[in-house]
């Protein structure tokens, strides 16, 4: 991949050895979600903060692609049961955020289903892939609303 194909700005501000790496991260997203390469991009793009800011909130902001960081998202998705290519790429298309999760925020996520909504097996996994957001939510309201809505379980 090229700087010119890095959809928006994001090449223009890229170091050439960090192009190198979203490169290889658009990569293993085609490779792993079955994404063509402008959708993988794009899923990046918003993952690590150069695209929209109603999830991240300016947590994250213009980083680059650590192919790490999406090895290891991908690789949680897969050991809870999410591992088609179909299925990554659908988790991945509706929320592309998940590749730039922490994979602690997203077990401890899962906990919360596990033992506050027992949510269990295939339960679960429907539940993620339907509402994948899920997997980054950092708060509970509880009702006394805290501004966070796209990270706050009262969503869920």
């Given amino acids: 991949m090229h700087a010119q194909s890095l959809l928006s700005g994001a090449a223009v501000e890229l170091a050439p050895e960090q192009q190198e790496q979203w490169a290889a991260c658009s990569e293993v997203v085609q490779q792993r979600c079955g994404l063509e390469a402008a959708a993988a991009e794009s899923a990046l793009l918003k993952a690590f903060g150069w695209k929209g800011q109603?999830?991240?909130?300016?947590?994250?902001?213009?980083?680059?692609?650590?192919?790490?960081?999406?090895?290891?998202?991908?690789?949680?998705?897969?050991?809870?049961?999410?591992?088609?290519?179909?299925?990554?790429?659908?988790?991945?298309?509706?929320?592309?955020?998940?590749?730039?999760?922490?994979?602690?925020?997203?077990?401890?996520?899962?906990?919360?289903?596990?033992?506050?909504w027992?949510?269990?097996?295939?339960?679960?996994?429907?539940?993620?892939k339907r509402k994948p957001r899920v997997l980054g939510n950092l708060i509970d309201c509880e009702g006394n609303c805290a501004g966070m809505c796209t990270r706050c379980w009262a969503q869920f």
Avoid: Y
């Fill in 118 to 128: 027992f949510l269990k097996g295939n339960v679960l996994i429907n539940t993620i």
């Fill in 54 to 116: 109603g999830f991240w909130r300016q947590e994250r902001v213009k980083q680059c692609a650590c192919q790490e960081q999406v090895a290891a998202a991908l690789d949680f998705l897969s050991q809870l049961g999410i591992a088609e290519p179909a299925d990554l790429g659908g988790l991945v298309s509706s929320f592309p955020e998940v590749l730039g999760l922490r994979v602690d925020v997203m077990e401890e996520n899962v906990g919360i289903l596990r033992n506050k």
